[in-house]
């Protein structure tokens, strides 16, 4: 199991990906927030899509402040999961494209100093 395990430098934890096969997309779906994209993403998201960007950017992102956000789908009560996030079968619909940071979960600096916080939510955290 262990040649499995990622880490980072700064990082006081490991990841081991395989447990996102059993998670159900925890990092996907909760609370409010914002899946911040850049233009080079969403230039590859669209194209992924095969959608002109104009048409991807008004069925899917939202506009905050100077910045762009994938949407979100209320699922329940204070419960959202990413416009991407397939509920039934639990998996990104993007994967191969999702935004960057996406890809750097659970290395999040907000989580640099606080691994109790990120296991919380993330069943890979080791």
Do not use: T
Not at 8 to 21: H, I, R, T
Not at 38 to 63: M, S, T, V
Not at 81 to 87: P, T
């Amino acid at each position: 199991m262990s040649k499995y395990l990622i880490e980072k430098d700064g990082f006081p934890y490991k990841f081991n990906p395989l447990a996102c096969f059993e998670c159900g997309g925890r990092c996907c779906i909760g609370e409010s927030g914002y899946i911040w994209v850049r233009y080079g993403e969403i230039e590859q998201i669209a194209k992924f899509l095969n959608l002109e960007i104009e048409e991807f950017a008004d069925k899917y992102l939202k506009r905050v402040k100077n910045r762009y956000s994938l949407q979100e789908v209320k699922i329940g009560i204070d419960n959202y999961a990413c416009i991407f996030f397939d509920i039934e079968s639990k998996g990104c619909k993007i994967y191969q494209v999702r935004p960057i940071q996406c890809q750097k979960y659970p290395f999040w600096e907000i989580f640099k100093n606080n691994q109790e916080e990120v296991k919380k939510e993330c069943l890979g955290v080791i």
